[in-house]
């Protein structure tokens, strides 16, 4: 079975501009998550979506907003990218919501550099 | 909000001997607890995780032990090989809340 896929895999911005990131989960997945992870730290938690609907945010800047599409799979945005914003960011997938389904796989990310 | 603290930030082993990596956790209503490793260039990959009803978890060469009184939680590798070398996190969630909340990591270097 195909892991958490992301699109695409290297994006070079420049400051101001907009960057749309693209993540489709494991099959049969529901919910996505989106951190970032900026070199040598751990990642940061930035959305968290279930069916469609935004179940959780992280501390970022309304310039972050993300959307999941009826297939599951989802979309991360970044307006008026700042050099700050250059980070991984990982999309993970998980079946759903319940207790034993904390389990949270992640795709390989995609390397933004904001320039 | 949760906080996780990580430790060492690196931690340098001989082939074959033991490594552990310690994490401490602030928010006491967490209650699942992963740890990830990750490779250059490539996403997080779940190695074992424990939840708070357990103490300890064991999966072949790697074990999970949690202290929910102290708030902490580590990772044990036995019989390390260079495939072990990595960055390995530790993270912490609660409830219904499925949000990850994540130590900074360590570079774990098998020394051959």
């Known amino acids: 079975d195909a892991g958490v896929t992301q699109s695409p895999t290297h994006l070079i911005k420049t400051r101001g501009q907009q960057v749309t990131l693209r993540c489709s989960p494991i099959s049969g997945h529901k919910s996505v998550s989106w951190y970032q992870q900026v070199l040598g730290q751990g990642p940061q938690f930035i959305f968290q979506?279930?069916?469609?609907?935004?179940?959780g945010r992280g501390n970022f800047p309304d310039r972050f907003s993300a959307r999941q599409f009826p297939n599951y799979s989802s979309e991360l945005n970044v307006n008026a990218l700042l050099l700050g914003d250059s980070a991984l960011y990982l999309c993970?997938?998980?079946?759903?919501?319940?207790?034993?389904?904390?389990?949270?796989?992640f795709g390989p990310g995609t390397r933004l550099t904001v320039l | 909000g949760e906080n996780v603290e990580q430790h060492p930030s690196t931690l340098s082993v001989q082939e074959g001997d033991s490594a552990v990596i310690k994490c401490t956790y602030s928010d006491s209503a967490s209650n699942y607890f992963p740890w990830y490793k990750q490779e250059l260039g490539k996403g997080p990959q779940l190695i074992i995780d424990i939840r708070s009803n357990v103490g300890e978890k064991k999966d072949q060469r790697i074990a999970v032990t949690l202290n929910k009184t102290a708030k902490h939680f580590s990772l044990h590798i036995t019989e390390t090989q260079p495939e072990d070398s990595a960055v390995y996190f530790c993270a912490a969630s609660r409830g219904s809340n499925y949000q990850l909340i994540w130590g900074a990591g360590t570079k774990l270097i098998i020394k051959p």
């Open positions: 979506y279930y069916e469609k609907e935004e179940r």
């Open positions: 993970a997938s998980r079946p759903g919501t319940g207790g034993v389904y904390n389990e949270q796989f």
